[in-house]
């Protein structure tokens, strides 16, 4: 679907059934729209901005609501553009109505994100600022929250900004050569160049790098909990989530599929999977179990690999570089004072009791100390958005050719072009290079008065 810029938008900004509700109003007749069915003490095309009016909504001699109208003029508003919010009472029939009322006088109803669009095509933020909109509105944990809330403001923008205009320098240095091509000279100085290309790349393969934790934080961190059949995957999981979840029992194999629970420990959201016993089965429903349990491990950030005591049972499977594993003993309760051997490799490992809880703390710090948060809450940048990610590697892997290509002592136009490509991605995040397509797929995923 086309959107048209120019357009009246109408839509309600916070969710309707509750006390009140908001309508907001955006576009060249916003103000004019809204007081063709406002009646208060003045009219609202004389109303200065960031001002507050209470007044009725009505339909002809009808009082619809008693509402409080902000005005907002352009461009001291959300979207840049005339805006108004009417807090109306939220009954589903008042705002539907006051809706109706504001289509029938000129506005139209707003599509999902358009606000936010608006927003960025006027300036107001740039495109990963407006995505930072939509994370804010999803964040589920403190953690979330932080990154979002740290994008908004900008500083993500900023440095990939500075780290364009230095690029954009430098290939106009470049570009200038080519007008001179016939006299052989140089404006860039190459050592200076080497020098700026290769800490470009240091910072974007870091800013990379950071989506590991970033798309953890704001989706959940994935814990697998895996192992042979009882040894007490099931316990642990209702341990950890407080609650009988899963079902337990002395019947090797009575979990045969996965179970999800999610808890916050300490402003960070964990995906918590109880799975199905590895082991070699004949049964049907168990292989199938077992099949999704391979799944759950290839995408866990941490892997509980569960055993009893004195079990020496191997791994089964090989843990990523990215993953995180630990093995945990379980059933440290039926061993009494018996001392307890830690196992020869370096694998770290836990003594626990899923029945008692004893341990189970312990558990606990290991999933803050492997998924440490600080560097959120402390406003470090860090990149959580799977097409930022994509960006940034495409970026660095130009910067790469772009070293090799000076390093060979390439001509100033391919140089040029390697450096383009640096820009193009970079700007692809903040959205000074963007499409239609691209934007459609980013704010549809936004909710309508957003």
């Known amino acids: 679907m086309i959107f048209q810029d120019t357009d009246t938008i109408v839509a309600p ?15 060249d007749k916003a ?11 003045k009219s609202l095309r004389d109303a200065k901005t960031a001002t507050l009016h209470y007044g009725n909504i009505m339909d002809n001699d009808e009082v619809v609501d008693d509402v409080v109208v902000s005005i907002f003029r352009a461009p001291h508003s959300y979207t840049g553009e005339d805006s108004v919010e009417i807090s109306v009472h939220g009954s589903r029939y008042i705002v539907q109505r006051v809706i109706t009322l504001l289509t ?19 300036g107001k933020m740039d495109l990963s600022q407006a995505e ?16 979002a809330s740290t994008q908004m403001r900008g500083a993500y923008s900023d440095e990939l900004r500075t780290l364009r205009d230095k690029l954009l320098h430098i290939a106009s240095l470049l570009e200038l050569e080519l007008d001179f091509s016939e006299e052989d000279v140089e404006f860039a100085d190459r050592e200076e160049l080497r020098q700026l290309l290769q800490t470009l790349r240091e910072r974007v393969s870091s800013l990379a790098k950071t989506f590991s934790l970033g798309n953890a934080l704001k989706e959940g961190v994935m814990v697998a909990i895996a192992g042979r059949p009882n040894v007490g995957k099931s316990t642990l999981l ?31 959201i964990y995906r918590f999977i109880d799975t199905a016993g590895l082991h070699s089965t004949d049964d049907k429903l168990e292989r199938m179990g077992i099949e ?47 001392s307890l051997n830690c196992p020869s490799d370096d694998i770290p490992t836990l003594y626990l009791s899923a029945k008692s809880g004893e341990g189970v703390e312990k558990l606990i710090e290991m999933f803050k100390s492997i998924t440490n948060a600080s560097a959120a809450y402390q406003g470090e940048v860090i990149v959580s958005s799977q097409r930022h990610y994509e960006a940034l590697t495409q970026a660095s892997e130009a910067l790469h050719s772009a070293l090799t290509a000076l390093d060979t002592g390439i001509s100033s136009d391919l140089l040029s072009e390697d450096i383009r490509q640096v820009m193009y991605h970079l700007g692809g995040i903040t959205g000074e290079i963007t499409n239609s397509e691209i934007l459609q797929s980013i704010f549809s995923r936004f909710c309508v008065g957003k």
């Open 132 to 147: 930072a909109v939509a994370d804010m509105i999803a964040a589920s944990s403190h953690a979330s929250h932080a990154i």
């Open 13 to 27: 900004a916070t969710a309707i059934g509750g006390a009140l509700c908001v309508i907001r109003i955006s576009g």
């Open 31 to 41: 103000i004019s729209v809204c007081d063709s069915i406002f009646k208060g003490r």
């Open 104 to 122: 029938q006088h000129g506005a139209r109803l707003a599509q999902a994100g358009e606000f936010t669009r608006r927003a960025f095509l006027a």
């Open 292 to 338: 999704r349990t391979e799944q759950a491990l290839r995408k866990a950030r941490i892997i509980l690999w569960m055993q009893e005591v004195g079990d020496g049972a191997e791994l089964g499977f090989t843990p990523t570089k990215e993953q995180k594993l630990i093995r945990i003993i379980n059933k440290i309760d039926l061993v009494g004072d018996k």
């Open 238 to 268: 209702n341990r950890l989530a407080g609650e009988d979840r899963a079902m337990v029992s002395d019947i090797a194999g009575t979990t045969r599929d996965t179970i999800e629970i999610t808890t916050n420990i300490d402003g960070v």
